[in-house]
């Protein structure tokens, strides 16, 4: 297992949760004309939900606000199971773990996000494999 692969892989979730996070404040207390408008709209369709009275903005914001903080704290935990590892193998399945999902949400990215999610996440899943599937040398003996 090759560690400073995987804690790129591990770095890229980083900065896209809070690249996400980031740019959701920002876009959200500049809205374009277009933005401002499908904002009234969300606003204005409340619905129940679980007992609690909600607009679609809210929700929407809330899931929006909600997977670029989780996004950063699966990139942290990433950082955390390479940190407290004792050997570089017990990483391994975390490596694993994360091409898998890094390629999923690569695949979702691609269908329905722009640029910065497709970049971060074809980073971290090539970092991922590079972490898991490229053989860590042996170190050379010095002759004597």
């Known amino acids: 297992m090759r560690i400073p692969f995987y804690r790129v892989g591990a770095w890229c979730w980083i900065v896209t949760g809070l690249g996400h996070t ?10 374009s004309k277009a933005d401002a408008t499908l904002d009234t709209v969300l606003r204005n369709h409340p619905f129940e939900l679980m007992g609690t009275q909600r607009s679609h903005y809210e929700l929407f914001m809330g899931f929006s606000l909600a997977m670029g ?17 004792t050997e570089p193998r017990q990483v391994r399945q975390a490596g694993f773990l994360g091409l898998a999902a890094s390629l999923g949400l690569l695949a979702l990215s691609v269908a329905w996000e722009p640029p910065p999610p497709i970049v971060l996440f074809t980073l971290a899943s090539l970092a991922f494999a590079a972490a898991v599937f490229v053989p860590v040398r042996a170190p050379r003996s010095v002759p004597a």
Do not use: C
């Open 69 to 85: 903080i989780s996004m950063a704290l699966v990139g942290l935990l990433f950082l955390m199971l390479a940190r407290f590892a």
């Open 22 to 31: 980031a740019g959701d404040v920002y876009l959200r207390s500049r809205p």
